[in-house]
């Protein structure tokens, strides 16, 4: 399966100017679109949640924050531990 073109890529929402790197793409039977930004791990040194935001709120730049088969393992991951809610 072809990944989602979008996955990687830097993203911001026009509402809130959150800003992340593209993580995950949830697409549901209503027709709905969502999309998880990551932001970096805070001064904390904890890791911030995934947000997740209606594909139509946010705009995309050209620019990869990081390529997909640069993340991937040889076997898909566990259940996600952000997925959206």
């Known amino acids: 399966m072809e990944k989602d073109p979008r996955l990687g890529r830097y993203a911001t929402?026009?509402?809130t100017d959150y800003?992340?790197?593209v993580v995950g793409v949830a697409s549901y039977l209503t027709g709905c679109?969502?999309?998880g930004l990551a932001v970096k791990v805070g001064a904390d040194g904890k890791i911030p949640p995934t947000e997740w935001f209606d594909e139509g709120r946010?705009?995309?730049r050209d620019e990869i924050a990081i390529k997909a088969?640069?993340?991937t393992g040889a076997e898909n991951g566990g259940p996600?531990?952000?997925c959206p809610r």
């Open 13 to 15: 929402d026009q509402i």
């Open 19 to 21: 800003q992340g790197t």
């Open 33 to 35: 679109t969502q999309i």
């Open 58 to 60: 946010l705009t995309f």
């Open 69 to 71: 088969e640069d993340v």
């Open 80 to 82: 996600n531990r952000d």
